[in-house]
Nanobody, 115 residues
Framework: QVQLVESGGGLVQAGGSLRLSCAAS????????VGWYRQVPGNRRELVAA???????NYADSVKGRFTISRDNAKNTVYLQLSSLAPEDTAVYYC?????????WGQGTQVTVSS
């Protein structure tokens, strides 16, 4: 079992920045791909960014150049730096860890961007 806890969300003005954190209960992030997803009520959960065990990153086109995913193995934490935020980035952001057929999710953290 793995517990994931997200933090760092909040209310920010357009153009501002936030750093989201996802902490794992075990030192496991270094072994698997970790993703950040976001969801707006009524919409599907969408992948925003991911980082592999080897440190390779990929991003949704909508956030490329604005968001950065990173990992601190010593702290069992994955970060998502959000910059140049826009109102359309408003969503609940979730951390995901997939191990074989099991999907682990955190409780989510709300990001609200005002215009």
């Amino acid at each position: 079992q793995v517990q994931l806890v997200e933090s760092g969300g909040g209310l920010v003005q357009a153009g501002g920045s936030l750093r989201l954190s996802c902490a794992a209960s075990r030192n496991i992030f270094r072994l698997y791909t970790v993703g950040w997803y976001r969801q707006v009520p009524g919409n599907r959960r969408e992948l925003v960014a991911a980082i592999t065990s080897g440190g390779i990153t990929n991003y949704a086109d909508s956030v490329k150049g604005r968001f950065t995913i990173s990992r601190d193995n010593a702290k069992n934490t994955v970060y998502l730096q959000l910059s140049s935020l826009a109102p359309e980035d408003t969503a609940v952001y979730y951390c995901n860890l997939k191990i074989a057929e099991l999907n682990y999710w955190g409780q989510g953290t709300q990001v609200t961007v005002s215009s």
